[in-house]
């Protein structure tokens, strides 16, 4: 079975453009989660979806925006981009949402650079 | 909101050796995973541990929910070893978040 997989790995953007990034979760799985990592530092929780709602949002302006296809691929937007949204961006996927004992897995990242 | 602490924040160890990665966590959660990061980035997992004790081969890990509290065991390190390790809690109080913790950044010398 194929794992989680992210598109594109890389990216660059310059300051001010929007930017889309799509996740396609494990098959079976029916959430997705959303997470920044700057150089450095630990993944930041962004968004989770599960079954095409969102069920989680983590501390980020609304530039940032996401949602989730009835195959439960998804796609991260963020718009008016900023020099320190440079990061890598990765995708998880569960079988179950909110409050489930369920294990997550995460996709490759996505490399984004805003020049 | 929830506090994740990962301690060493640094770790060097000689081949062989063996090393334990702790995970203190602020509030009760609804699950805790550990990750091994790659230098590419990927995010692998060693261990879904929302209680209780795991093995898998020179690793395990064990959760004490009431504790707020985890622990990962290194035994017989080797180089490829080598590499950052998070843990991570989910968490929801209605609305779901995830947190990771501080991170250790292991590295495995021959």
């Known amino acids: 079975d194929a794992g989680v997989t992210q598109s594109p790995t890389h990216l660059i953007k310059t300051r001010g453009q929007h930017v889309t990034l799509r996740c396609s979760p494990i098959?079976?799985?029916?959430?997705v989660s959303w997470y920044q990592q700057v150089l450095g530092q630990g993944p930041q929780f962004i968004f989770q979806?599960?079954?095409?709602?969102?069920?989680g949002r983590g501390n980020f302006p609304d530039r940032f925006s996401a949602r989730q296809f009835p195959n439960y691929s998804s796609e991260l937007n963020v718009n008016a981009l900023l020099l320190g949204d440079s990061a890598l961006y990765l995708c998880?996927?569960?079988?179950?949402?909110?409050?489930?004992?369920?294990?997550?897995?995460f996709g490759q990242g996505t490399r984004l650079t805003v020049v | 909101g929830i506090q994740v602490e990962q301690s060493p924040p640094d770790l060097i160890l000689q081949e062989g050796a063996n090393s334990t990665l702790r995970c203190n966590f602020s509030?009760?959660?609804?699950?805790l995973q550990w990750f091994h990061q790659n230098p590419w980035g990927q995010l692998i997992n060693l261990f879904y541990?929302?209680?209780g004790t795991k093995q898998n081969g020179r690793l395990s890990a064990t959760t004490v929910a009431t504790e707020r509290y985890s622990l990962l065991y290194i035994s017989s390190s080797q180089t490829t070893d080598s590499g950052v390790y998070f843990c991570?809690?989910?968490?929801?109080?209605?609305?779901?978040?995830?947190?990771f913790g501080t991170g250790t950044k292991l590295q495995v010398i021959p």
């Open positions: 098959s079976g799985h029916k959430s």
């Open positions: 991570a809690v989910w968490h929801s109080g209605g609305y779901q978040k995830v947190t």
């Open positions: 509030d009760s959660v609804n699950n």
């Open positions: 998880a996927s569960s079988r179950q949402g909110v409050g489930a004992r369920t294990e997550a897995f």
């Open positions: 979806y599960y079954e095409k709602e969102e069920r």
């Open positions: 541990i929302p209680s």
